[in-house]
């Protein structure tokens, strides 16, 4: 089994920070790519970064909304991913779920960490 452990959400003010976590561990021996998705109170999840290893480095992707203010890190030895989210706005608020795809077949979500930004 696989299990993603997320934590760092909380409440921060407009224009604060946070930085998530996610730790995932269990039968991996292949993590193609990492990501955070986000969902907002009665709108659909989104895609907000994903990191992907390839042989050059590690290739980043980010939602128009937070490209600039958020970046997505991996740690590969702990297999670990990161979100820097800095300029918080109050529209970043939502779910934050951790997603791995592993082998580029199976595809596993965290639970979900809560982000408010207040106004």
């Known amino acids: 089994q696989v299990q993603l452990v997320e934590s760092g959400g909380g409440l921060v003010q407009t224009g604060g920070s946070l930085r998530l976590s996610c730790a995932a561990s269990?039968?991996?021996?292949?993590?193609?790519?990492m990501g955070w998705y986000r969902q907002a109170p009665g709108k659909q999840r989104e895609l907000v970064a994903s990191?992907?290893?390839?042989?050059?480095?590690?290739?980043?992707n980010y939602s128009d909304s937070v490209k600039g203010r958020f970046t997505i890190s991996r740690d590969n030895a702990k297999n670990t991913v990161f979100l820097q989210m800095n300029s918080l706005k109050p529209e970043d608020t939502g779910v934050y779920y951790c997603?791995?795809?592993?082998?580029?077949?199976?595809?596993?979500w965290g639970q979900g960490t809560q982000v408010t930004v207040s106004s």
């Open positions: 997603h791995i795809n592993v082998a580029g077949r199976y595809h596993y």
């Open positions: 269990g039968n991996i021996f292949s993590i193609n790519v």
């Open positions: 990191v992907a290893s390839i042989s050059s480095g590690d290739s980043t």
